[in-house]
T-cell receptor, first 116, second 111 residues
Framework: AQTVTQSQPEMSVQEAETVTLSCTYD???????LFWYKQPPSRQMILVIR??????QNATENRFSVNFQKAAKSFSLKISDSQLGDAAMYFC?????????????FGSGTRLLVRP | DVKVTQSSRYLVKRTGEKVFLECVQD?????MFWYRQDPGLGLRLIYF???????EKGDIPEGYSVSREKKERFSLILESASTNQTSMYLC??????????FGEGSRLTVL
């Protein structure tokens, strides 16, 4: 069974600086999706960024980028120029492309604190 | 704008009560999910549905059931609530791209 591990329960960053959140996963499959979701204190989860495993190029969305290392099964999220609004829980998630159910497997989350 | 609406944001129930958590999506998505969120455990899948009247167990279905009579609505039912079901419950829906759209969550406390 696939698993997703986030080893940092909490991270802190100074406003305007860069922070990297770690995620590792375990799977025997070669074709899958990886996601980072953000859950602000208001609780609604939103998608931050998505990576397709067959794409070698790392996904980017404005200040958010990933470092996808397929062989190492690592999928870290880098937030550049951190802003106060980035403070939230961040969840890494995995989805198999072989699974027709479209269900996602989530890590335990990392709480990001942003210091003004 | 896509929208997933959960009927209650906060509920307090007593042990043994029957609890209904309702979720409605307006995106015509086939797939709908119920997750439970607990600190340190992330999100765990309770049940999901890929079509009307279809349901599949997730990783932690014990003590829960679901109902999907219409495409837009997916209900989570706790037949006899217990204190270990105190948690945050998140509903989500998805199209075939796999991205999940979440509701705001329902925080349930069972006394």
């Amino acid at each position: 069974a696939q698993t997703v591990t986030q080893s940092q329960p909490e991270m802190s960053v100074q406003e305007a600086e860069t922070v990297t959140l770690s995620c590792t996963y375990d799977t025997s499959e070669s074709d899958y999706y990886l996601f980072w979701y953000k859950q602000p204190p208001s609780r609604q989860m939103i998608l931050v960024i998505r990576q397709e495993a067959y794409k070698q190029q790392n996904a980017t969305e404005n200040r958010f980028s990933v470092n996808f290392q397929k062989a190492a099964k690592s999928f870290s999220l880098k937030i550049s120029d951190s802003q106060l609004g980035d403070a939230a829980m961040y969840f890494c998630a995995y989805r198999s492309r072989m699974d027709s159910s479209y269900k996602l497997i989530f890590g335990s989350g990392t709480r990001l604190l942003v210091r003004p | 704008d896509v929208k997933v609406t959960q009927s209650s944001r906060y509920l307090v129930k007593r042990t043994g009560e029957k609890v209904f958590l309702e979720c409605v999506q307006d995106m015509d998505h086939e797939n709908m999910f119920w997750y439970r969120q607990d600190p340190g455990l992330g999100l765990r899948l309770i049940y999901f549905s890929y079509d009307v009247k279809m349901k599949e167990k997730g990783d932690i279905p014990e003590g829960y059931s679901v109902s999907r009579e219409k495409k837009e609505r997916f209900s989570l039912i706790l037949e006899s609530a217990s204190t270990n079901q105190t948690s945050m419950y998140l509903c989500a829906s998805s199209f075939d791209t796999g991205e999940l759209f979440f509701g705001e969550g329902s925080r349930l406390t069972v006394l």
